[in-house]
């Protein structure tokens, strides 16, 4: 959920870019609500999983890659706004696939074999 919904949110950023219109950014930001939807949940969850002895360096992790965005937009934004939402959208997509890479699923996958008992 972490992973796709990043790159849910990247998408949906980046074709800010591309398009015009009150209609198409509707539906571009209905999209980054979507994955947002996924991703800032899972997010907040994700210390309960993590082994106790890095549950509070994994918070700060967390805390610390969140917050740089607003550094990184802020100086993106020097050289204008499409800049910044490029670099944003861009930052956010490559967040998905680094999460896809180095983050393990924690809830094992059920056998959907296993019959309902009454």
């Known amino acids: ?55 509070v360096s994994a918070v700060g992790v967390s805390r610390l890659l969140c917050e740089s965005a607003y550094a990184i937009g802020a100086l993106a934004d020097l050289f204008g706004v499409t800049w910044a939402i490029g670099v944003i959208g861009g930052l956010t997509s490559l967040s998905g696939d680094v999460a896809q890479l180095v983050m393990a699923e924690s809830l094992p996958r059920m056998s959907h074999t296993r019959a309902w008992t009454t």
């Not at 849910?8 to 870019?17: D, H, M, T």
């Not at 950014?25 to 997010?43: C, H, N, S």
């Open 1 to 55: 959920m972490i992973a796709g919904g990043m790159l849910i949110q990247g998408v949906a950023i980046s074709l800010i870019l591309y398009t015009h219109g009150f209609a198409w950014w509707a539906v571009e930001l209905i999209l980054l609500g979507r994955g947002t939807a996924l991703v800032y949940p899972t997010l907040l969850a994700a210390p309960d999983v993590v082994h106790p002895s890095w549950r």
